[in-house]
Antibody, heavy 120, light 107 residues
Framework: QVQLQQSGPGLVKPSQTLSLTCGISGDSVSSISAAWSWIRQSPSRGLEWLGRTYYRSKWYSEYAVSVKTRITLNPDTSKNQFSLQLTSVTPEDTAVYYC??????????WGQGTLVTVSS | EIVMTQSPATLSVSPGERATLSCRASQSVSSNLAWYQQKPGQAPRLLIYGASTRATGIPARFSGSGSGTQFTLTISSLQSEDFAVYFCQQYNNWPRTFGQGTKVEIK
């Protein structure tokens, strides 16, 4: 049974860095048949895929153009988890953030979601 | 970027009735289309992938059809637990994109 457990702060100040972690159980972050994504949801932008990381003999990361200059996804094999860092946040980055397992393009398991508010 | 358009925005249906939800892609996505159900305060749940394949544990009353640019999710006989928001998502092109959702509410 795959489970994803998110952790991280729910409040971030403008211009600072949003950091979230997704712990994986029932699968491996190094799985060669899965990728690991972050998706966010807000009333104004709907569901928006942000990026993914995956292992295929080496590590790859791919990012949405909308956040490409500000986002980093990092796998942590020792803890079987992966993280999201989004720099220089503004109130427009306020959203519920989800991690999800990506199997050939669709998302079959999701974390519980973290509401991140960007406010001073 | 492929734009996914869902209709209607809201669908009012009585329990036991059939619900038909539509999703249109701005260009062909072949059969690389998924459907998700989301209830308030919860993460989306995968229902259908490959346009018509039910995900593990999804009841047979949920069915998906279509290919190319036009897709349909049908719920054959609505149960109380099916009242929720439904999203489609294409994974034929980058970036992965979602529709804006159809809310299925009790009539």
């Amino acid at each position: 049974q795959v489970q994803l457990q998110q952790s991280g702060p729910g409040l971030v100040k403008p211009s600072q860095t949003l950091s979230l972690t997704c712990g994986i159980s029932g699968d491996s972050v190094s799985s060669i048949s899965a990728a690991w994504s972050w998706i966010r949801q807000s009333p104004s932008r709907g569901l928006e895929w942000l990026g993914r990381t995956y292992y295929r003999s080496k590590w790859y990361s791919e990012y949405a153009v909308s956040v490409k200059t500000r986002i980093t996804l990092n796998p942590d094999t020792s803890k079987n988890q992966f993280s999201l860092q989004l720099t220089s946040v503004t109130p427009e980055d306020t959203a519920v953030y989800y991690c999800a397992r990506d199997i050939r393009g669709h998302f079959d398991h999701w974390g519980q979601g973290t509401l991140v508010t960007v406010s001073s | 970027e492929i734009v996914m358009t869902q209709s209607p925005a809201t669908l009012s249906v009585s329990p036991g009735e059939r619900a038909t939800l539509s999703c249109r892609a701005s260009q062909s996505v072949s059969s690389n289309l998924a459907w998700y159900q989301q209830k308030p305060g919860q993460a989306p749940r995968l229902l259908i992938y490959g346009a018509s394949t039910r995900a593990t544990g999804i009841p047979a009353r949920f069915s998906g059809s279509g290919s190319g640019t036009q897709f349909t999710l049908t719920i054959s006989s609505l149960q109380s637990e099916d009242f929720a928001v439904y999203f489609c998502q294409q994974y034929n092109n980058w970036p992965r994109t979602f529709g804006q959702g159809t809310k299925v509410e009790i009539k």
